[in-house]
């Protein structure tokens, strides 16, 4: 279902403009595949690249070398809007990543406006109540959020498409 073959990523070293462009290694030749109801935990040390992976393989980032493959189809930069609902990503810092001039529930409908779904309100309910949020929440910002309300929050958006594939940094 999910299969990443020879993922490789490569950041280039800023040198002066007259040598030889020198490349970093984040990671290379990972190679793994999960079917439905697997987990897969990817640890590491500060700055050993587990973002950089993360996001290549939601397709935020292009590999420098190989693939991932969603149920056997090569994807690359989330061009296909099937995969990008089904295959979610939750960022590490997650006040960073939702918008902070914007109520909570506005960023709540764009989820269901983005991919052209009917809002469910009974399931936005049942999904509070697990992730024990209240609707109150709905009319902050995200800059008024702890970080743990704001990391429940991004829970929240990814669920709400009840994706295949949830990946966590």
């Known amino acids: 279902?999910?299969?990443v073959r020879h993922l490789a990523k490569n950041y280039p070293?800023?040198?002066h403009w007259y040598l030889k462009e020198e490349q970093?290694?984040?990671?290379e030749n990972v190679n793994f595949s999960l079917n439905l109801g697997e987990n897969l935990l990817i640890s590491g040390e500060s700055g050993a690249g587990k973002s950089t992976l993360a996001r290549v393989l939601c397709g935020l980032e292009k590999p420098s070398f190989g693939e991932v493959l969603y149920r056997g189809k090569s994807m690359h930069l989330g061009e296909n809007l099937h995969f990008k609902k089904e295959v979610q990503y939750v960022f590490q810092?997650?006040?960073l990543a939702l918008n902070?001039?914007?109520k909570i529930?506005?960023?709540?409908?764009?989820v269901w406006e983005n991919?052209?779904?009917k809002k469910d309100e009974k399931f936005l309910q049942e999904l509070l109540g697990n992730l024990n949020l209240k609707e109150e929440i709905f009319a902050l910002k995200s800059t008024q959020l702890s970080g743990g309300e704001a990391s429940r929050v991004g829970l929240l958006r990814a669920f709400l498409l009840r994706p295949k594939i949830l990946i966590l940094d």
């Open 24 to 27: 970093r290694s984040i990671f």
């Open 13 to 15: 070293l800023k040198r």
């Open 115 to 117: 991919f052209s779904l």
């Open 1 to 3: 279902m999910f299969e």
């Open 100 to 102: 902070p001039y914007r």
């Open 93 to 95: 810092d997650q006040k």
């Open 105 to 110: 529930k506005s960023l709540i409908d764009d």
